[in-house]
């Protein structure tokens, strides 16, 4: 028995190891190198499939985008993009379709109340946090024709950020 468990595992090693498809970095995840992607693909792609205008910010260079999919705002796709910012902080932008308030309950399952407003330029940001432990705040900017959700684990001027170069961009795509 312990043969054949021994022939099984080197047969995976080899397999998995030719393919190219698996990495080992013996420092811990926060110290290795960030994964990129392309997020300005993404949102040329995702503007195709949605039913409104998406934007695709232009952000400092220390700003590294490592994530960018697409998930659902109460029930309705919605592309999401994130941001590895100066390596010590996370910043995730949304773009929704789904009016403010339905965007906010469809963020997530934690409940959220609304704590305040401020500026960004012209655009007037919403903010809704939760008394729950680890609920991030999620910011809430509306463009007219979008919502841009912004949340993570970063300074408020992170987000704002965000908020002011979705903003500028101009529309991406024929939407």
């Not at 994964?35 to 195709?48: N, S």
């Not at 009016?99 to 109340?113: I, L, Q």
């Amino acid at each position: 028995m312990l043969l054949s468990l021994g022939a099984i595992i080197i047969v995976m090693v080899l397999s998995v190891g030719f393919t190219g498809m698996c990495s080992f970095n013996k420092d811990s995840a926060e110290h290795g190198p960030v994964r990129e992607v392309d997020p300005t693909t993404f949102i040329e792609i995702e503007a195709g499939a949605m039913n409104f205008p998406l934007h695709m910010p232009a952000m400092p260079e220390d700003w590294v985008a490592n994530s960018a999919r697409r998930t659902a705002i109460a029930g309705e796709p919605a592309p999401a993009i994130g941001w590895v910012v100066r390596k010590d902080s996370y910043v995730q932008l949304i773009q929704t379709g789904v009016e403010a308030e339905e965007a906010v309950k469809g963020f997530d399952e934690h409940p959220r109340e609304q704590d305040g407003t401020h500026q960004v330029g012209d655009i007037t940001v919403t903010s809704y946090s939760s008394d729950e432990r680890g609920v991030r705040p999620v910011m809430v900017a509306d463009l007219g024709t979008s919502r841009l959700l912004v949340s993570g684990a970063a300074p408020e001027e992170d987000f704002d950020a965000v908020i002011a170069a979705t903003a500028k961009a101009p529309v991406v795509g024929s939407n």
